[in-house]
């Protein structure tokens, strides 16, 4: 039998050696083999170098910078330093289940695309998410930004569940720099390309860790920085998709912040003008822009809330009996 192609698991980390040991330990246990772990720290962080190197395990490596250059930067340098065909991505507080890369190498093998990409559903909060799996050849932004209600994980393609070619890495490396929505920058920018291919596995193989209460750029009211990435990033977005995104992402952020009339004014005007929104944006702009997210998840309904509960029931069982 010819050798596996050697994949290159990526984990950026900085202040959170509680997390890293935990991610890296997943991700040295894969059934999958070959598999190397590039730990990058990014930034001075003597704590988190100390519990890294706790760990005994020849295929670890880690790469310390001497300066913070942020998480889409310090993925690019794991990136150039790998030695896999294949990388995988892991963020430092989230986990693999065992099989992950074992199920995901195999679809990616299967493939006949030049640069197949490959994802799958995880599991956040005890729920299986996304909802909606996503289906090859569907335009990416529609998948990731469009509701059919207001819960949040109708389409996801979360970054701990990507793995993609070194080769396409390094042809089309993270955003340095970005704030915010970098595995959507990423994705979209990938998906314009004829020779990607973009598959999703049903299962559920990666953990991701909500940690309740701590403020993290991703999650904060800074609805300016959503607004200006959509409008950089308009162009690879469908109408439908962009209306969606600014009546979801921008009006929830700006909600959070306490933005003034003018702020939600000004989305509205982005809406319409550069979107194409239907009725149901419309409706999610007035919802998200009045009720907090505690409200919204009461407005969801008895039938919806009992449907969901039957997919995170029967997803649940699924990934963790094998």
Known sequence: MPAR????????????????????????????????????????????????????????RTISLRENVGGAEARNIGVRAASGEWIAFLDDDDEWFPEKLEKQMQAALS???????????????????PRRLYRRGQDVSEYLFCRKGLAYGDGMLQTST???????????????????HQDWD????????KDVEIVMLPDALTVMQIEGGQQSVSRS??????????????????????SFFIATECVTRARKAGAGAAAFAELFRECFMRGRPGLGQTILFFLFRVFPGEKRRTLRGPCYGRAEERFQHDELHRAFSG
């Open 162 to 180: 990507l793995l993609a070619k070194r080769e396409l890495l390094l042809e089309v490396p993270f955003q340095r720099g970005l704030k915010r």
């Open 111 to 129: 493939s006949g695309a030049e640069y197949p990409v490959v994802g799958s559903r995880l599991i956040a909060a005890g729920r299986v998410l």
């Open 221 to 242: 009211g800074d609805w300016r920085v959503s607004l200006e990435w959509a409008r950089a990033n308009r162009e690879r977005m469908t109408a439908k998709a962009y």
């Open 186 to 193: 990423w994705l979209l920018k990938i998906a314009q390309r």
């Open 5 to 60: 192609p050697l994949v290159s698991a990526v984990i950026p980390t900085r202040g959170r050696p509680q997390w890293i040991v935990r991610a890296v330990s997943s991700a040295l246990a894969q059934s999958y083999a070959p598999v190397e772990v590039i730990v990058v720290i990014d930034g001075p962080d003597e704590i988190t170098e100390c519990a890294v190197r706790e760990i005994s395990a020849p295929r670890l």
